[in-house]
């Protein structure tokens, strides 16, 4: 079964028990510090977790692109990916487990033809302030003997060998806990994992004995469950009275297991693309498996983010630092392959892989293009630098420090260093590169936390306040500047608010003097804010603004504030205008060609 019987079978599965389609959104977060990219069909969904009403219901389902940068490092395993797409269904305070296990269960047997022998479950082993979920358990023994499986609870502790005919059932804590954040307000609860059994044999470099949460490689993780019950207060965990459910199951591995497939990569989502690497470098994919799956998957992840309507160019600064880390990976990789330049070639395979589900990636495609072939052009100066830097090592010990600076200054993974040491018979000292790493990793940790703390997704008085500054500030750039303004992006911290929008020149000191009076009068007006839900169509017609080329559910929220601002938005917003206080343009600068950011606070 090909990617997109399952993307079509998963949407209409869900349909049939009454949830409503909505959109993939943007690869970029709009509104949000907290993350870079969009990493998981829930993203999107943060403010109805927590009980403001969808205008679409409280039964929801889609497929979602996303990007995961943790897994950057990871990727050649057979399994990994930087890029992927959720499949995901919801439950906002209406079903809860005994509804989603039966109906998950159902889609993996009956629609896409799954051996409910493959099948295993994780749960959560429980705490001391969380009980275990023997609900859970209780009901997957009931839906496997439906299946005509007697599935029997593993043990606890996996210090032994496993009969994994008889035990399907797995408890684990941390495995099986999901919280959104540690503070008061949180989200949490239980998550049940389906893991699916590939035949593969056991490698005991990942522990003696194999359980459904090994690395080794013979179960994988296909999807998700998890049961939003709880909410973080000064005391400790407590129930929440609407218990959510939101699940995600990863198309790329699905399609994998339902053709018994060995890897993702062998799958109608990669190998159009694994097929013209082979053609471009005269090799074969079995010839280097790590090189084929880095080079296909950086430059799927790069077309997406590059042909995302929230479009990010390779940058040294957040989103764009991990393009360019993309594009420059893969070069690497692609010369180890005897590939000098493909950048035109896999875009092309990539756009014609998505271009029924995701048409920007057609209406982009010069610019993917052209991108792809700007950095390539740019990096192998940079390589020719490093290698004669390279060259200049006289001892036979390659320094861990030496190592990391080739790989930070000019991109060399270390498997390329190793590689050109293993030539010219040196050695490198990986010890002391991984203390240079981790290093480096703990300064990055530290700054992200400062750069991307707060957020839209944490719902803080603050954060509402500046959220609602926004919609005025676009009118008051509209009014000063000129209708051709539109919004192109903004970002939100408790501290401040970041706005990008269109025009071709930098703003006077003068109309950047009027734009913030007008803002502050608009304040000082007490105008109500008003949500209304209507269709779409209704909604554009009403003369409510939208993002352009954003994708729109059917039924859409609409804030007004007075009459002078219309906007399509999820939210959260004040109720009345005054509660802002006072607004102050801090920075105005250029964010990109024909695009100027401005940076505001509210006092």
């Given at each position: 079964?090909?990617?997109?019987?399952?993307?079509?079978?998963?949407?209409?599965?869900?349909?049939?028990?009454?949830?409503?389609?909505?959109?993939?959104?943007?690869?970029?977060?709009?509104?949000?510090?907290?993350?870079?990219?969009?990493?998981?069909?829930?993203?999107?969904?943060?403010?109805?977790?927590?009980?403001?009403?969808?205008?679409?219901?409280?039964?929801?389902?889609?497929?979602?692109?996303?990007?995961?940068?943790?897994?950057?490092?990871?990727?050649?395993?057979?399994?990994?990916?930087?890029?992927?797409?959720?499949?995901?269904?919801?439950?906002?305070?209406?079903?809860?487990?005994?509804?989603?296990?039966?109906?998950?269960?159902?889609?993996?047997?009956?629609?896409?033809?799954?051996?409910?022998?493959?099948?295993?479950?994780?749960?959560?082993?429980?705490?001391?302030?969380?009980?275990?979920?023997?609900?859970?358990?209780?009901?997957?023994?009931?839906?496997?003997?439906?299946?005509?499986?007697?599935?029997?609870?593993?043990?606890?502790?996996?210090?032994?060998?496993?009969?994994?005919?008889?035990?399907?059932?797995?408890?684990?804590?941390?495995?099986?806990?999901?919280?959104?954040?540690?503070?008061?307000?949180?989200?949490?609860?239980?998550?049940?994992?389906?893991?699916?059994?590939?035949?593969?044999?056991?490698?005991?470099?990942?522990?003696?004995?194999?359980?459904?949460?090994?690395?080794?490689?013979?179960?994988?993780?296909?999807?998700?469950?998890?049961?939003?019950?709880?909410?973080?207060?000064?005391?400790?965990?407590?129930?929440?009275?609407?218990?959510?459910?939101?699940?995600?199951?990863?198309?790329?591995?699905?399609?994998?297991?339902?053709?018994?497939?060995?890897?993702?990569?062998?799958?109608?989502?990669?190998?159009?693309?694994?097929?013209?690497?082979?053609?471009?470098?005269?090799?074969?994919?079995?010839?280097?498996?790590?090189?084929?799956?880095?080079?296909?998957?950086?430059?799927?992840?790069?077309?997406?983010?590059?042909?995302?309507?929230?479009?990010?160019?390779?940058?040294?600064?957040?989103?764009?630092?991990?393009?360019?880390?993309?594009?420059?990976?893969?070069?690497?990789?692609?010369?180890?392959?005897?590939?000098?330049?493909?950048?035109?070639?896999?875009?092309?395979?990539?756009?014609?892989?998505?271009?029924?589900?995701?048409?920007?990636?057609?209406?982009?495609?010069?610019?993917?293009?052209?991108?792809?072939?700007?950095?390539?052009?740019?990096?192998?100066?940079?390589?020719?630098?490093?290698?004669?830097?390279?060259?200049?090592?006289?001892?036979?010990?390659?320094?861990?420090?030496?190592?990391?600076?080739?790989?930070?200054?000019?991109?060399?993974?270390?498997?390329?260093?190793?590689?050109?040491?293993?030539?010219?018979?040196?050695?490198?000292?990986?010890?002391?590169?991984?203390?240079?790493?981790?290093?480096?990793?703990?300064?990055?940790?530290?700054?992200?936390?400062?750069?991307?703390?707060?957020?839209?997704?944490?719902?803080?008085?603050?954060?509402?306040?500046?959220?609602?500054?926004?919609?005025?500030?676009?009118?008051?750039?509209?009014?000063?500047?000129?209708?051709?303004?539109?919004?192109?992006?903004?970002?939100?911290?408790?501290?401040?608010?970041?706005?990008?929008?269109?025009?071709?020149?930098?703003p006077t000191e003068e109309e950047l003097k009027r734009i913030e009076n007008m803002v502050n009068e608009i304040i000082a007006d007490d105008l109500e804010v008003i949500k209304e839900n209507m269709p779409l169509a209704e909604?554009?017609?009403?003369?409510?603004?939208?993002?352009?080329?954003?994708?729109?559910?059917?039924?859409?929220?609409?804030?007004?504030?007075?009459?002078?601002?219309?906007?399509?938005?999820?939210?959260?917003?004040?109720?009345?205008?005054?509660?802002?206080?006072?607004?102050?343009?801090?920075?105005?600068?250029?964010?990109?060609?024909?695009?100027?950011?401005?940076?505001?606070?509210?006092?």
């Amino acid at each position: 079964m090909n990617s997109k019987e399952i993307r079509n079978k998963f949407i209409a599965f869900y349909n049939q028990r009454n949830h409503k389609t909505i959109p993939s959104v943007s690869l970029i977060p709009e509104n949000d510090s907290t993350l870079l990219f969009v990493n998981s069909g829930m993203f999107p969904l943060v403010p109805y977790l927590r009980g403001e009403k969808h205008p679409l219901g409280n039964r929801l389902v889609n497929y979602q692109r996303s990007f995961r940068t943790d897994d950057i490092d990871d990727v050649g395993d057979n399994r990994h990916t930087t890029f992927f797409e959720m499949l995901g269904n919801w439950s906002l305070g209406d079903y809860f487990k005994e509804e989603q296990l039966n109906w998950w269960y159902s889609f993996l047997i009956e629609e896409i033809g799954l051996d409910p022998n493959r099948l295993y479950q994780t749960v959560y082993l429980g705490s001391d302030s969380i009980p275990k979920d023997n609900e859970s358990i209780k009901i997957l023994k009931s839906i496997y003997s439906k299946y005509g499986v007697e599935a029997y609870e593993g043990p606890e502790v996996i210090n032994q060998e496993i009969d994994f005919t008889k035990f399907k059932i797995f408890a684990y804590k941390d495995n099986n806990w999901w919280q959104r954040g540690d503070t008061v307000g949180e989200l949490g609860g239980t998550d049940s994992e389906t893991f699916y059994d590939t035949g593969k044999d056991h490698n005991s470099a990942f522990g003696e004995f194999c359980h459904p949460n090994c690395n080794c490689g013979r179960f994988i993780e296909i999807g998700n469950s998890v049961f939003m019950q709880y909410i973080k207060t000064l005391d400790g965990w407590q129930e929440l009275k609407n218990k959510n459910v939101d699940f995600g199951g990863g198309l790329e591995r699905l399609t994998m297991v339902s053709s018994d497939m060995g890897s993702i990569f062998e799958t109608d989502l990669f190998f159009p693309i694994i097929s013209k690497i082979e053609d471009l470098s005269g090799k074969k994919y079995s010839d280097d498996i790590k090189s084929f799956e880095i080079v296909a998957d950086h430059i799927k992840a790069s077309c997406f983010i590059l042909g995302d309507v929230r479009g990010v160019q390779p940058s040294n600064k957040q989103q764009g630092y991990f393009v360019r880390r993309l594009i420059r990976r893969a070069i690497v990789y692609g010369g180890k392959l005897g590939i000098e330049s493909f950048g035109s070639d896999l875009a092309k395979e990539v756009v014609n892989i998505y271009k029924e589900y995701y048409p920007e990636l057609v209406n982009n495609y010069d610019l993917i293009v052209s991108e792809i072939v700007k950095e390539e052009e740019k990096f192998r100066k940079t390589l020719n630098r490093g290698l004669k830097e390279f060259n200049k090592i006289e001892s036979g010990i390659v320094s861990g420090k030496l190592a990391f600076d080739l790989y930070q200054t000019y991109g060399f993974p270390i498997e390329i260093t190793k590689e050109l040491a293993q030539e010219k018979g040196k050695k490198v000292d990986l010890d002391d590169f991984n203390l240079e790493m981790n290093k480096h990793k703990g300064l990055s940790q530290t700054a992200s936390a400062g750069m991307f703390k707060g957020g839209l997704a944490d719902s803080s008085e603050s954060t509402t306040r500046l959220h609602t500054a926004t919609h005025i500030l676009l009118y008051s750039l509209r009014n000063i500047l000129g209708d051709s303004v539109v919004q192109k992006g903004s970002n939100i911290t408790k501290e401040r608010l970041r706005f990008d929008f269109s025009f071709t020149r930098k703003p006077t000191e003068e109309e950047l003097k009027r734009i913030e009076n007008m803002v502050n009068e608009i304040i000082a007006d007490d105008l109500e804010v008003i949500k209304e839900n209507m269709p779409l169509a209704e909604a554009l017609n009403s003369g409510a603004l939208s993002f352009f080329g954003e994708k729109y559910p059917s039924v859409v929220s609409v804030y007004s504030i007075g009459k002078i601002s219309k906007e399509i938005c999820l939210g959260p917003h004040v109720k009345r205008t005054s509660e802002l206080g006072k607004f102050k343009i801090i920075k105005e600068e250029s964010s990109g060609e024909g695009v100027r950011r401005i940076k505001a606070v509210l006092g």
